[in-house]
């Protein structure tokens, strides 16, 4: 009798844990930082989509006109239409980036931490911050 006491009184403590540890639990998307063109996107672009390759770098630039290595970007992003401000599945920039498309060889693609600060960023706006 004993014995199954404690068998039903560890068995009622494992399931007050574990509902405890599942009421905790956050969907990914509970908490959005907010994201900074100058200190999220825009090195990113640098690194990988102008220095790296040189494809959209002012001095190399492969004749689109892309410039992502300078204070230009956000102009470049904003001129030429590359994002639809507040969705980023209709975002050109957004979509090649999250698609594997770009950047192109030698360069890596983006990490999916990366692809997500992109999709916050068009979420939050847009904005030259």
Known sequence: M???LKTLTCIAAVVIVTVAMLSCVHEPNDVVPTVSF????????????ALNSSCHSGATNKG?????????AYTTIATKGLVKTDNATASLLYVELASGIMPKAPNSLL???????????????????
């Open 2 to 4: 004993r014995s199954k």
């Open 64 to 72: 689109d006109n892309m410039n992502f290595d300078s204070s230009a």
């Open 38 to 49: 100058q200190k999220d996107i825009q090195p990113i672009l640098k690194s990988s989509c």
């Open 111 to 129: 990490s999916s931490s990366q692809i997500l600060l992109f999709k916050y960023w068009i979420q939050q706006g847009a904005q030259n911050n």
